[in-house]
């Protein structure tokens, strides 16, 4: 939202929706108490901080949709069937995504296709499905219902600049030819210029590194162990009991291949006891099967094994999580935290050890933002996860390790984790859990990764043009057309990660921050698309205070970041 904020209020945008942002904003940090946060609660409170959550979701998400039909509306020449594809990083894009296209069920064509300047690009239908759309007429009161056939495409929208936009026109057309070759190269392997993937007999995946020839086996292997703990501590059962997923009733089917994307689907079922014993000294003789489903896809010039695992839980009282084995020669990891990556050993010296007096023995695994991982100059993986907040790095074959889910339904030790008041039986998370995480080959550690982990935490947005509430209004004035159908806004060029492109607080240009998270200085350039006007910088602190202002090259500013830094701008741009 903040990043299309911005971008709105440069282009002279007014009536934006800065009081529903702010509304949005305090639900978040509403759910920001420690216990809140760490989702630590009875069951009543972990209800309002989950709605909290999804109400400032669903307002966020309109927001986008009211500024994005609002930027289409901006663009010259713009059409009557269309699609936006937004980029909301600060570094150009070109890659392959998939799109939902809705057309009318009473149409007089087969098949949608794509265009970007009159000239068809690239497309495959995935599938198609019927569906309802309503559309709601505030003026008039009335709500209008239309029948819809909603093709799912994979298309190749070209370079989407920094921070930017492209705009395609939606056309009806004959059936597209169906591809007959892809990026699946047999039936259990993907492939394209830097990986090869392929689905091992126990569901594992082997990934070989064109780049360097080393070969990763045994990843994405799932491993289950006991959960005797509480809301607030993990701690295995006494007699504990680790399951090791071995690929039980494997299913493996081709579900995309074209040249744009491959997708293997992997089904398999994970046997792990069912629960701890009445003492909760052990796990239960009881055994169930947790349904694990896996899509394992690959794009062309994609650096990196992107995985969306579905889990359908029903154990109790246990910790999954899903293993990468790197079989590096090192005892240091690192972990991606808020503006830094920090190393630690993989297990600090007295693991599992109790100090006289404490409830909890050191542990060897730790929170991570974005990333973790393992290096050693020959070997590497880096794994990244969006929303997965766990990782620990075991010794055998250094094998780094997510954490999915953590079951259990005691609030705290104690009398709260025996009294009946005090249970949070939806802290088992049983039913259906879903995951994306990607896997990455780094031998030289997280710096040369970084800008794909970037892109693949922060997909292209792609967005069908559609009713805006506001036209049928008697008193909409139409904003002016004048935006190029493709262009960018901010570029970030330089070995930094950005964290926030926002409206500032006081109404004065929008704030660009950005942080080193490497050891040496690094050498960042930031540019604004040729449309723009960059009218002045100032550095500030992160509270957008103590302005200073920078010496501008036309467009243009450069600064060095010291290691471990974080820099905050106050950013002028207008269209020229």
């Not at 799912?152 to 026109?169: C, F, Q, S, V």
């Not at 289950?224 to 607030?232: K, L, M, Q, V």
């Not at 947790?290 to 995985?307: A, D, F, M, S």
Request: charged fraction near 20%; hydrophobic fraction near 35%.
């Amino acid at each position: 939202v903040e990043p299309l904020m911005s971008l709105m209020k440069s282009l002279g945008e007014t009536d934006l929706p800065e009081a529903e942002l702010a509304m949005a904003w305090e639900l978040i940090l509403q759910n920001h108490a420690h216990d809140s946060l760490c989702c630590a609660n009875s069951d009543p409170s972990y209800h309002e901080i989950y709605v909290r959550y999804e109400k400032a979701d669903d307002i966020a998400r309109e927001i986008c949709n009211e500024l994005e039909q609002r930027l289409i509306r901006r663009l010259t020449n713009y059409p009557q069937e269309a699609i936006l594809v937004r980029n909301p990083t600060p570094v150009d894009r070109s890659e392959t995504i998939s799109v939902d296209v809705l057309v009318s069920a009473q149409r007089d064509f087969a098949e949608p296709h794509v265009f970007c300047n009159g000239v068809e690009i690239p497309a495959h239908v995935q599938s198609v499905r019927p569906d309802m759309v309503l559309r709601y007429v505030p003026f008039s009161g009335f709500v209008g219902q239309l029948s819809v056939a909603v093709f799912r495409l994979t298309i190749d929208p070209g370079t989407i600049p920094a921070m930017g936009w492209k705009l395609l026109e939606i056309k009806g057309g004959k059936p597209h030819d169906r591809a007959v070759d892809g990026l699946v190269t047999g039936q259990n392997t993907l492939e394209n210029e830097h990986l090869k993937v392929e689905v091992c007999p126990d569901a594992t995946l082997t990934v070989t590194d064109k780049a360097t020839g080393k070969v990763y086996t045994g990843l994405n292997r799932f491993m289950d162990s006991g959960e005797a703990g509480c809301g607030f501590i993990h701690s295995a059962p006494q007699n504990d009991h680790y399951a090791v997923s071995t690929g039980k009733n494997l299913d493996i089917a081709i579900t995309e291949n074209n040249p744009m994307c491959g997708e293997i689907t992997v089904s398999q079922d994970f046997v792990v006891p069912k629960g701890l014993t009445p003492d909760s000294l052990a796990r239960s003789a009881e055994k169930t099967d947790i349904h694990l489903v896996t899509k394992v896809i690959l794009r062309p010039g994609q650096t990196y094994v992107e995985l969306q695992t579905d889990v359908e839980n029903t154990a109790k009282d246990h910790r999954l999580r899903v293993a990468f084995p790197s079989d590096t020669k090192t005892d240091t990891g690192y972990a991606g935290q808020p503006y830094d990556v920090y190393s630690r050993p993989i297990q600090p010296e007295g693991v599992n050890h109790y100090d006289d007096g404490t409830w909890e023995p050191l542990h060897g695994f730790y929170p991570m933002h974005d990333i973790c991982g393992i290096a050693d100059g020959d070997r590497g993986v880096t794994i990244a996860g969006d929303g997965l907040m766990e990782y620990e790095i075991m010794p055998m074959r250094n094998t780094v390790t997510l954490t999915l889910l953590r079951a259990t339904d005691r609030l705290h030790v104690g009398v709260m984790g025996a009294g009946s008041k005090f249970k949070i039986h939806e802290a088992q998370l049983l039913g259906k859990q879903s995951y994306r995480y990607a896997f990455f080959p780094s031998a030289e550690g997280f710096a040369p990764v970084m800008p794909a982990v970037e892109c693949f935490r922060h997909p292209l947005v792609p967005v069908q043009k559609d009713f805006l509430e506001a036209e049928c209004m008697p008193d909409y004035v139409p904003a002016p057309v004048n935006v190029p159908a493709c262009a960018g806004f901010i570029h970030v060029d330089g070995d930094v990660v950005t964290t926030c492109l926002k409206p500032a607080e006081n109404g004065d240009g929008v704030i660009l921050r950005f942080y080193n998270p490497v050891a040496e200085a690094k050498n960042v350039t930031v540019s604004l698309d040729p449309m723009w006007h960059l009218a002045g910088v100032n550095q500030v602190r992160m509270d957008e205070t103590m302005d200073a202002p920078v010496a501008l090259n036309g467009d243009t500013f450069s600064v060095t970041v010291p290691s471990k830094k974080i820099m905050t701008y106050r950013i002028h741009a207008e269209i020229k």
